[in-house]
């Protein structure tokens, strides 16, 4: 042990790049596991609810399922009460503005039935901290939750102000384990007077003690099809689901990482085997068997990620704090958990990562034949053909593989990174391109907009056209025969004078092959290109909806990033889905299409004054605040996955020192010959720059291989192409890896070209 740790100060610069790089790996991985293990603890905490709560949702946003819909749940069997949530931001937004926000300040007011739910914790089984819970009747007070409270400096009996209203604060709830809202809970008339009757309400059912709750939901569903009832056990597996991908997607970077590590390792053990040649051969010659030669070099290996993972745990759990406390003020969230489970987990798991690094260096060492390491012969023996000349060229070069192996990595990551901000940047453009004139009319929740709503809008100044829309799921036999498997499809349907179809295709789109359904037609189905793709239908087929024959007249163009899924989905006239659905008439959604962009505003307060009930939302406003959110993921995406192209970056610099060093001798013979400094310079430079050059094709190589298989999976689970690797794209990534690469190698570089030729030529 002693050796090797005076070793490794002999070598300290070439030590502490590897070490870093293992470091930054780990550092990552612990970065990932304490925000997955916060997001469990949340996940958890909502299990252990034993209301058995069941989540009523309306299936179209044009829909609000109001107090009409939670009488009527309210009188089913099985169900023990309602429980209806109102809320909103405590400074109202801007009139007609779609806002999203990570935890905002807000508000709530609660309406139950079971008593005792109306100022429930935030998180089952959390206690008052300070105060008491508001009187029944009082219209003035308030309890918040720690979150609020901690954000914002509020203390029992101070005042806040809610949208204009001061409340004073009676009670603070304790600070919860999970992730908490930063809300204020009031009474829930005060709240309905503040927000208005045109507001969403989460509608929450309670089933009787010994009800199945999957199976009232079910119930709920069959009996109210506008509703979507989520179970508890749906809820939690949505929820262990985005969490799932969360870590998946985002641990990607750290497990890149963690491969370059690796390779770091690897490449600095072989280095340091072929240093110590002699050494080796001398130890072998008075006696050491090739297991102890073989254990010595796998325990330096070991130690090299013992440290490295000790420190990059210390330094992930020291920016979870941070950032836990600066999230606590700025946003009243926690986002961090590190539990002793993760951190031994991180460190054995590094051991384990130092252990194979090792395996190589350590058995080449093994193998080495006393008395030609004692002579400092080669470690490597020439190979003169086929397969063996391969084996020999790859030995020789591990080094050099093993670092544009840990740049590919890095590259490809961001390479698949980029071509999904590609193709969802695409979809984004087609989407805002049809819609920057589209205004969306939506009801209070008591009535549903309908035809006569929109006869009474196209007489309205300003209205270029009025799009009904109705949507539906329902069983499709495409092989057209009586008795042949059905596929649940989301069917659209449109109505308009200009054969505008609204929301019903958002996206910029033409009829790749045949035509549209007729006005008027009952018999006629026009299929999105994915899902004529996947059944294998064509124009002509006919198929049976619900039971129905209907001839497909027509298929789409394909939709690249479908996010809408509008390219899996089925389309066909109104009267056509009304007559499926037993109703006259149905309609879902009313759009106005404004006959210009500077006319959208006018129209929307047009709208808002003159029909009392209806309110407006700005579908572009929707999509740019969504599109907001879809960036900032994927700017911190970028964030975490510079982690795998810094740690590759590491590997170019301890590579180009290890070159330097062994090339000194080199190095003072061609400056004692003329060479100028600058030569030097451009020639390691030039040799980083191939490294970066060939791993940044490679990486652009794996993730064009990528994109081929994974959209096809990607299409078959979740209907959706979600990466779009562009030439631009794809050259930028190698510019970037060459550009990287001589970055790398700047710092070696210079020490090279400033090295003395005397002293040079008499190294060692």
């Known amino acids: 042990m002693l050796d090797i740790l005076k070793y490794f100060w002999r070598r300290k610069v070439r030590t502490a790049l590897t070490v870093l790089a293992v470091t930054v790996g780990i550092f990552a991985v612990t970065a990932v596991g304490g925000i997955a293990e916060q997001l469990n603890r949340s996940i958890v905490a909502y299990e252990r609810d034993p209301l058995q709560r069941i989540t009523a949702l309306p299936r179209d946003y044009t829909w609000l399922l109001g107090d009409t819909f939670a009488r009527q749940v309210r009188r089913l069997e099985g169900v023990a009460g309602v429980v209806t949530t109102v809320s909103g931001y405590l400074d109202p937004p801007e009139e007609n503005t779609a806002v999203i926000l990570v935890n905002p300040e807000a508000f709530m007011g609660v309406q139950s039935d079971i008593p005792g739910l109306e100022y429930e914790p935030p998180v089952p089984g959390l206690k008052l901290w300070a105060g008491r819970l508001p009187s029944p009747s009082s219209r003035v007070e308030a309890v918040v939750t720690w979150a609020l409270a901690d954000s914002m400096n509020l203390k029992v009996g101070d005042t806040l102000m809610i949208q204009e209203r001061p409340f004073t604060i009676v009670g603070i709830w304790e600070k919860a384990p999970a992730a908490e809202g930063r809300t204020a809970t009031v009474n829930y008339d005060v709240a309905l007077d503040m927000l208005g009757d045109a507001v969403y309400k989460q509608i929450t059912v309670i089933p009787k003690p010994g009800v199945d709750p999957e199976a009232l939901a079910v119930t709920i569903e069959e009996l109210f099809p506008e509703a979507q009832a989520n179970s508890p056990a749906e809820s939690v597996a949505q929820a262990r689901q985005q969490v799932l991908i969360f870590s998946a997607v985002v641990g990607a970077s750290g497990i890149m990482s963690l491969l370059i590590g690796t390779f770091t390792?690897?490449?600095?053990?072989?280095v340091s085997v072929q240093e110590r040649r002699r050494e080796i051969g001398l130890k072998k010659a008075l006696g050491a068997e090739d297991g102890h030669i073989l254990t010595e070099v796998v325990i330096e290996a070991v130690l090299i990620a013992i440290i490295g993972g000790i420190v990059g745990v210390g330094?992930?759990?020291?920016?979870?704090?941070?950032?836990?406390?600066l999230l606590a003020t700025s946003a009243g969230m926690q986002l961090y958990t590190l539990t002793p489970r993760l951190g031994i987990g991180i460190v054995v798991f590094s051991i384990v990562m130092g252990a194979i690094a090792g395996i190589y260096p350590a058995w080449q060492a093994a193998r080495l034949d006393p008395v030609v390491a004692l002579r400092d012969g080669g470690s490597v023996s020439y190979a003169g053909r086929g397969l063996k000349r391969w084996l020999y060229l790859i030995r020789r070069n591990a080094r050099n593989i093993f670092t544009v192996g840990g740049i590919a990595i890095g590259i490809f990551a961001l390479v698949v990174l980029g071509s999904l901000t590609e193709a969802l940047m695409t979809y984004m453009r087609n989407v805002t391109s049809e819609t920057e004139t589209l205004l969306m009319v939506t009801s209070d929740g008591n009535a549903p907009v309908t035809r006569g709503t929109s006869r009474l809008l196209r007489r309205l100044p300003g209205v270029a056209d009025v799009i009904l829309t109705n949507i539906d799921e329902l069983p499709i036999n495409f092989s057209g025969q009586e008795g042949g498997e059905e596929t649940k499809v989301q069917i659209w349907a449109s109505e308009s004078r200009s054969g505008d179809m609204g929301m019903a295709m958002p996206v910029r789109n033409e009829i790749a092959v045949g035509r549209f359904a007729a006005p008027g037609s009952k018999d006629e189905i026009v299929l999105g290109a994915g899902l004529a793709t996947s059944?294998?239908?064509?124009?002509?087929?006919?198929?049976?909806?619900?039971?129905?024959?209907?001839?497909?007249?027509?298929?789409?163009?394909?939709?690249?990033?479908d996010v809408g899924?509008?390219?899996?989905?089925?389309?066909?006239?109104?009267?056509?889905?009304?007559?499926l659905q037993g109703a006259a008439g149905n309609v879902a959604g009313v759009a106005v299409r404004a006959a210009s962009i500077s006319a959208t505003k006018t129209l929307a307060a047009t709208i808002k004054e003159e029909?009392?009930?209806?309110?407006?939302?700005?579908?572009?406003?929707?999509?740019?605040?969504?599109?907001?959110?879809?960036?900032?993921l994927i700017a911190a995406l970028v964030g975490i996955f510079s982690i795998a192209v810094f740690v590759g970056s590491i590997s170019v610099i301890n590579t180009m020192v290890i070159a330097v060093n062994e090339q000194t001798r080199q190095i003072g013979l061609k400056k004692a010959v003329g060479a100028e400094d600058g030569d030097i310079l451009a020639e390691v430079l030039m040799d980083a720059a191939k490294l970066g050059g060939i791993g940044g094709v490679i990486g652009v190589g794996m993730a064009w291989v990528t994109t081929l298989v994974l959209n096809p999976v990607m299409q078959a689970q979740i209907n959706l192409d979600i990466l779009r690797l562009s030439p631009r794209l794809a050259v930028a990534a190698i510019i970037f890896g060459i550009?990287?690469?001589?970055?790398?190698?700047?710092?070696?570089a210079r020490r090279a070209s400033r090295l003395d030729p005397v002293v040079a030529l008499h190294a060692d």
């Open 535 to 561: 059944q294998g239908a064509s124009v002509g087929d006919v198929v049976l909806v619900d039971g129905k024959p209907f001839t497909v007249v027509g298929i789409w163009g394909r939709i690249a990033f």
């Open 565 to 579: 899924g509008h390219d899996m989905a089925a389309f066909m006239t109104m009267e056509a889905l009304s007559w």
């Open 611 to 632: 029909m009392p009930g209806l309110d407006v939302l700005y579908i572009t406003e929707l999509l740019g605040s969504i599109q907001k959110v879809f960036m900032g």
């Open 739 to 748: 550009v990287l690469g001589m970055a790398s190698g700047l710092l070696p």
């Open 265 to 270: 390792i690897v490449n600095t053990m072989v």
């Open 315 to 325: 330094g992930g759990a020291l920016l979870g704090a941070a950032a836990n406390r």
